[in-house]
């Protein structure tokens, strides 16, 4: 077959998520929730990112995965389901589906568009291949039991998006995956996360020389300006990024540079000079904290493999 399957499961709430979009900018502490960053500047200035020297997640994952891929391949196994959470444009899981001879593809991600385009691509590269597109939230919680028959299946969750949960979200989502897992006898999940390292490396990562990263924080607001109609100057906010190492993550934060008022649903949000609003946190743990959240969702064998210099871990749970 050379064709792919499209299903909408995501449940759409727009005047809900308009609420609360404006309720997180009219509260004490301001925040604006990271979905809000991918639009399509956004997007293009994410995959800047993942190029920039400072940021390290993305290559050193990707070089995890070629050294050790033998190792992992044959710890997962062949003729798995491959659901492939927050699939984006695929190339990830593509790079992954020679070496473990999936018998199904199941892309799963919130972006329809981009879903459907990454299919397309694939389609004539992988004539012979079952390829499904899940248009859904799982970060609202990971139902699948319907796309899935009960053959074993391998989730795969790379480029450590799992730091964008707080710990107790992301305990939940795993053992979700868990219980899909003990469904099908044989089935695991291949997930990427990065490690505790020194704040000035962490920082950098989340706060480049060339400001890229600035751009993409401030990118934000344009995205909010045309949802809400307010009218942020992204200039009038500094992009602020640090490692709290108290809570093992790095936070991004918006810094009003002088007193502005704006707009909100018909509220005006005053923002005093040095204000901030919150627009990401990305947790990081080291093997043993990981592994040890891995058995507490529920999984039995953990493997994990890294880099040299232990910047990064991806790990195998079954």
């Not at 004490?28 to 639009?39: Q, R, S, W």
Request: aromatic fraction near 12%; charged fraction near 25%; include cysteine.
């Amino acid at each position: 077959m050379s064709d792919f399957r499209l299903f909408d499961r995501l449940t759409r709430d727009a005047a809900g998520e308009r609420r609360a979009l404006v309720d997180g900018l009219l509260a004490k502490h301001a925040a604006i929730p990271p979905k809000y960053f991918y639009d399509g500047v956004g997007c293009a200035l994410f995959g800047a990112i993942c190029e920039l020297p400072e940021y390290y997640p993305t290559r050193t994952e990707r070089a995890i995965f070629t050294h050790h891929r033998a190792d992992i391949a044959a710890s997962i196994g062949p003729d798995r389901q491959f659901v492939d959470l927050g699939a984006g444009d695929c190339c990830k899981a593509e790079s992954w589906l020679p070496f473990v001879a999936p018998s199904r593809y199941i892309a799963v991600d919130i972006a329809g568009d981009a879903l459907a385009g990454a299919l397309a691509r694939m389609a004539p590269e992988f004539p012979e291949l079952e390829l499904t597109g899940i248009i859904a939230d799982f970060t609202q919680g990971l139902d699948l039991r319907s796309d899935l028959n009960g053959n074993p299946s391998l989730f795969f969750y790379p480029g450590s998006s799992i730091g964008n949960f707080t710990p107790d979200e992301a305990l939940r989502f795993l053992s979700d995956i868990h219980l899909h897992c003990v469904a099908a006898p044989g089935s695991g999940l291949l997930i990427g996360v990065d490690t505790k390292k020194s704040p000035e490396r962490l920082t950098a990562a989340y706060d480049d020389a060339l400001g890229v990263t600035g751009a993409f924080n401030r990118n934000v607001l344009r995205h909010v300006n045309r949802l809400l109609r307010t009218r942020f100057d992204p200039l009038g906010f500094a992009h602020v990024a640090f490692y709290d190492a108290r809570l093992g993550r790095i936070e991004m934060h918006l810094e009003a540079r002088w007193p502005q008022e704006i707009v909100i649903n018909d509220v005006a949000r005053r923002f005093a000079e040095g204000e901030l609003i919150h627009t990401e946190h990305s947790y990081k743990y080291a093997p043993s904290e990981f592994t040890a959240m891995l058995q507490q969702a529920g999984f039995a064998h953990v493997d994990c493999w890294q880099d040299r210099d232990g910047d990064f871990a991806v790990y195998y749970a079954a």
